[in-house]
């Protein structure tokens, strides 16, 4: 069973982030607290981690695109 990766809560006020790059693609093996990916918000820049260890299967937004706080971006599966 796939899990899905998140846009976590950044901070106060903070709704959206914007996809700078992915750091991991798909079919690559990631481990939990891993970054996968870097993004940026209008407050700063930093990165979405692997909840969990597994292989990223999918990536659900393309770089430069804004998700907001709690839109899936990727699912994995657990190792």
């Known amino acids: 069973m796939s899990t ?4 976590p809560e950044m901070g106060e006020g903070i709704t959206e982030v914007t996809i700078m790059r ?3 693609a798909v079919g690559e093996a990631v ?4 970054a996968i990916a870097a993004v940026e918000t209008d407050k700063a820049s930093m990165e979405i981690e692997a909840p ?7 990536l659900l937004v393309e770089a430069g695109d804004s998700p907001e706080v709690g839109d899936p971006i990727a699912r994995l599966d657990p190792a």
């Open 4 to 7: 899905e990766i998140a846009v």
């Open 22 to 24: 992915w750091l991991k």
């Open 31 to 34: 481990d939990e607290g891993e």
């Open 52 to 58: 969990v260890s597994g292989t990223l299967t999918e």
